[in-house]
């Protein structure tokens, strides 16, 4: 119903600043909310932020908050993920994902989102 593909990954030095993009394709409502996600090598899976498609209220994780900003091109229909001071426990595989609705009690809960992207790997090297 809904195709995710993350793009923008790459490697970069302590500091640096990289940006990932989320196409989208399928069926998208203005009810959905974007989620961005990462996951290190021998990690569990983290919320980094999401974004609310109709107001385009932003929510971050305190790890990134201040570093990092979530934005969106409706006409697109792509989130993009702007990351700045990246240092080296930014490096993981980054996954953008959806869900029909929103709640702030379980935003940053990843089995609540319904589809995901193939994930991006995001390399800082020191």
């Known amino acids: 119903q809904v195709q995710l593909v993350e793009s923008g990954g790459g490697l970069v030095q302590t500091g640096g600043s990289l940006r990932l993009s989320c196409a989208s394709s399928?069926?998208?409502?203005?009810?959905?909310?974007m989620g961005w996600f990462r996951q290190a090598p021998g990690k569990e899976r983290e919320f980094v932020g999401a974004i609310t498609w109709s107001g385009g209220r932003t929510y971050y994780a305190d790890y990134v908050k201040g570093r990092f900003t979530i934005s969106r091109d409706n006409a697109k229909n792509t989130v993009f993920l702007q990351m700045n001071s990246l240092n080296a426990e930014d490096t993981a595989v980054y996954y953008c994902a959806a869900r029909s609705s929103f709640a702030i009690a379980t935003m940053m809960r990843g089995s609540d989102y319904d589809y995901w992207g193939q994930g991006t790997q995001v390399t800082v090297s020191s």
């Open positions: 399928g069926r998208t409502l203005s009810s959905f909310t």
